[in-house]
């Protein structure tokens, strides 16, 4: 009786292991299957992009958007030029009146020193 019970433990067991090993082929076998149906996806994805065009409304609403993107940016690089410019005549007349200034104290010419200094406040 202890040799049927074994060999039948022996039978289950040797079952169990065949059932694992199927169980693990049939899960490689799955994997792969994804793995092949992902890439064959990526390459209509692919394929769709390359071929997908643009109505032609679209498509001139396109060139518009770029045509706005292209004038506003040499709008604003205009408005940053005038601006700059601004600026350094602004700093090139300050140190006109600066230079004068110190000239006209270096010279001993306190009146004219003072107007000038008036004239920049």
């Given at each position: ?28 076998l799955a994997e792969k299957s994804r793995a092949t149906f992902q890439s064959q996806i990526a390459e209509v994805n692919a394929e769709l992009e390359g071929t997908t065009a643009l109505t032609p409304e679209a ?63």
């Amino acid at each position: 009786m202890k040799l049927a019970s074994a060999d039948e433990l022996g039978r289950k067991s040797d079952q169990v292991e065949q059932a694992r090993s199927e169980i693990e082929q049939l899960a490689s076998l799955a994997e792969k299957s994804r793995a092949t149906f992902q890439s064959q996806i990526a390459e209509v994805n692919a394929e769709l992009e390359g071929t997908t065009a643009l109505t032609p409304e679209a498509s001139r609403v396109r060139d518009q958007v770029e045509e706005k993107s292209a004038v506003r940016l040499a709008l604003i690089q205009q408005r940053d030029g005038e601006a700059k410019e601004a600026v350094d005549q602004f700093e090139r007349q300050r140190d006109s009146f600066v230079e004068r200034i110190k000239m006209a104290r270096d010279s001993g010419d306190s009146d004219s020193a003072r107007r000038l200094e008036g004239e920049t406040c």
